[in-house]
């Protein structure tokens, strides 16, 4: 395995500090309760801070070294969540330096989002007021999500 | 190429057998669990593949082919015994001279390195010593030897929440760094969960399954209906291992290419690693072992 390899120093802190510049703009977490495969959780991780913005086509993600002495999983574990998003498009590894992103899955820029995120907090209060609860809130949400797509599926003649 | 390959192996200790008939090839590169009650023989199968045991029966073989315990053999491998074996009086620093002295290859820069991000005194007798940084020190030892194959027993039985993820955490960033094959055993399988891509599950002295763990998620799934249907279903199935209530069943069953579809009423769920190991070590008599590509049958030639 060489991908990643950062350059052996006799343990020089300065050294191996300067190595890993530039650091990725998110970190890895684990869930173990969750059931999700852990290449799959970081995935999912590295499609969620695409979508929110934390990430943004030519950024790094977290080195292989860097995820595994962290997270204390497999290496091989790491690599397949990258060859996952390389496949999806989203990542492409350039060799001796990582792996990055090149594609985003959000349209929308940051302060659009933001705006976003202000009125559906607008609307979950609303909705909290009505005397939903959580539970209530998401499915109310995920009808609407549903019906949403089916009629923009309907619209743009996809089944 | 092989980290560790083995045919028809055993160990007899006086008339008992701790170990027969194991046949069984882990490839390089890979993480192997070596998972099994107290007693199957997981450490007779360590001490074979390290060369502290001689074989009663069959052969072992270590990094493609050379024979355990030779020379080239014991050059590449570097083994940590259970709970972590050290001299209780010797420092750190003179266990570092000790095994510079004792090993033909020994990166003293990186064991120094290791031990002072660890934050492991130097001059302190090893006794003094928490068992996190015994275990981290025997760790760093080992890896100092640059070795091709790290084989560890037990290495976290002793050890608390916070020092096993920083072991595993130095093992799998040497793992990133060289691609170093390692192989370890542990009764406890959800502490290997995370690493292993590899398992090898021993019971009552012999090998009852070895794959890729991928291999083994993909070829398995628990199927549960109505227990009135268990039986017929079960004639046509590989089920390993069944949980019946009066009116459901669960079935833990193997999959092929020839399994057909699953029937009307049942439904199937993936299976996750620590279902399929307890349904196996349930179930003596199933095995689930390599087919032919991934395993050489015939007699392995020895080579020096």
Redesign the interface.
Known sequence: MTIDKPPRSEGSDAASAAARQPASPIAFRLDPASGVPTYLQLVQQVEHALRLGYLKPGDQLPKVRDAVASLAINPNTVLKAYRDLETKGLAAGRPGQGTFIRATLSRVALPELAELRRSLLLWLATAGAAGLDDDGIVALVTSALRDFRERRGVAEGVA | MNAVETNGLGKRYGNAWALRECTLAIPA?H?AALVGPNGAGKSTLLNLVVGLAAPSAGIVTVLDGQPAGSAAALDGIAFVAQDAPLYRNLTPSEMLHLTRNLNRRFDE??A???L??LGIPLERKAAKLSGGQQSQLALTLALARRPQLLVLDEPMAMLDPLAR??F???V??A???D?LSVLLSSHVLTELE????FLVLVSHGSVQVAGAVDDLIASHRVLTGPASEADAYAERQNVVHAQRGEAQAHMLVRIDARTGPVPPGWEAHPV?LEELTLAYLREPSAAWLPGPGALRLEPIEVSN
């Open positions: 590169g993480v820069g990186y120094k390195a290791r002072r991000d993820h920083d595993m955490a130095t799998m960033a793992i990133a760094d691609g995370r690493v292993a891509d996750s």
